[in-house]
């Protein structure tokens, strides 16, 4: 195998798969990535036995086509260090030997034979879609921070998608709070329900933000997801088990609900929670509603005590004291653009809905802290 490249060239190619790469094996072969130079350009894959990545940079001059894996890290320092104005030279000696020339930088790194890469999955040809980039992404964005990284409920430590005819739903939860959006999407036709693992979303909106695209396509097999982006493909296994029945959880009615603004609302809770030395437990805020305002308050014995007013846009319903985790109120509003958000309360134990004003389709459902 030999060919030459630029160096902006080969660096996307790595940085796409670079996640895919393993960084505590055992295992040789996992450490590197396989490299295939083909006549239609350079092709570039990484997987860690739970994702995998491979994408093709095109307009490689490839004088001798071929495979070989290197390691991925020296190859990936050593690329970043080469001059932008010269091309750089890569040229297998045998299975076991890859040498990179630019300029007057010479490097021979040990490699493996292709053949000893682990066997990537195949972009599935059934159960197919294409979906709208900027919908998938919202919709990843708007999930995830509630999935669970909780190994002993594996089954939450994905997103659940659900495709059905025109419309497509994403649910997250970690048992104290649930994520779920539905957007209207006509040009979804499959019906399919999974469970995606968090790790393998995060990684799909880390490379919507590194390739441009007005489409993905998704595949489905029993027990796999892929993502197609322009050349670029993500493979995963799905998570194996049941989903609990989210809608359950949603509540039906309320007696008590105010509207807020959006970034009032952010900025009380940023503020009052600088006095809590872990935002993600203790006793958390407290939300006092009244007709004529809201408080937003706590008290730390290290730090003293803080409260925030907040004015109402509207208000219903008796009023209410109950508190809340701050962290996980913010996930939640750093995630909206809305200029205003409804909170619905029954009592100051039973679990809250917060969502969009204008916007239905996209709840938020925290259960509370006792106090």
């Keep these: 195998m030999k ?47 739970e994702i995998a990545v491979s994408t093709t940079i095109p307009d490689i001059k490839v004088e001798t086509e071929g495979a070989i894996t290197i390691p991925a890290k020296k190859f990936g320092d050593i690329i970043k260090e080469m001059p932008e104005d010269k091309p750089i030279e890569i040229k297998v000696i045998d299975e076991k030997q890859t040498n990179i020339n630019c300029g007057r930088s010479h490097f021979s790194l040990i490699s493996l034979a292709a053949k000893e890469y682990p066997e990537l999955l195949e972009f599935p040809q059934d159960k197919t879609s294409v979906l709208p980039t900027e919908d998938i992404r919202e919709m990843i964005n708007k999930i995830i921070f509630a999935t669970s990284t909780d190994d002993t409920r594996y089954v939450l430590n994905g997103g659940y998608c659900v495709f059905e005819k025109n419309t497509v739903t994403f649910v997250g939860t970690d048992g104290v709070r649930l994520a779920v959006i539905t957007r209207f999407i006509s040009s979804n036709k499959i019906n399919h329900s999974a469970i995606i693992p968090a790790k393998t979303l995060n990684e799909l909106v880390r490379l919507l933000s590194i390739e441009e695209a007005k489409e993905i396509k998704i595949g489905f097999t029993a027990n796999q997801v892929s993502f197609k982006i322009n050349e670029t493909i993500l493979s995963s296994r799905l998570i194996d088990g049941d989903f609990p029945n989210y809608a359950q959880v949603i509540p039906k009615k309320h007696s ?34 009244k007709p004529k305002g809201l408080i937003v308050s706590t008290s730390s014995p290290s730090f003293g005590s803080a409260e925030v007013e907040v004015e109402l846009v509207k208000y219903s319903g008796e009023p209410i004291e109950i508190y809340f ?41 925290l259960v509370p802290l006792r106090v």
């Design 256 to 289: 008590i609900q105010a509207e807020l603004k959006t970034a009032e609302f952010l900025s009380a809770v940023r503020q009052v929670s600088f006095l809590l030395t872990d935002r993600s437990s203790g006793n958390g805020i407290k939300l006092s509603f």
């Design 325 to 365: 985790n701050p962290a996980y109120l913010l996930d939640y509003l750093k995630n909206i653009e809305d200029e205003t958000i409804l909170l619905q309360l029954t009592n100051s134990l039973a679990p809250a809905l917060l969502r969009p004003a204008p916007d239905e389709n996209y709840l938020y459902i």
């Design 3 to 49: 060919l030459l490249a630029e160096k902006k060239a080969l660096l996307k190619g790595f940085q796409i798969i670079q996640n895919a790469i393993s960084t505590k094996t055992t295992l040789m072969a996992l450490s590197n990535f396989l490299l295939e130079a083909k006549k239609g350009g350079l092709k570039f894959s990484a997987t860690d036995l």
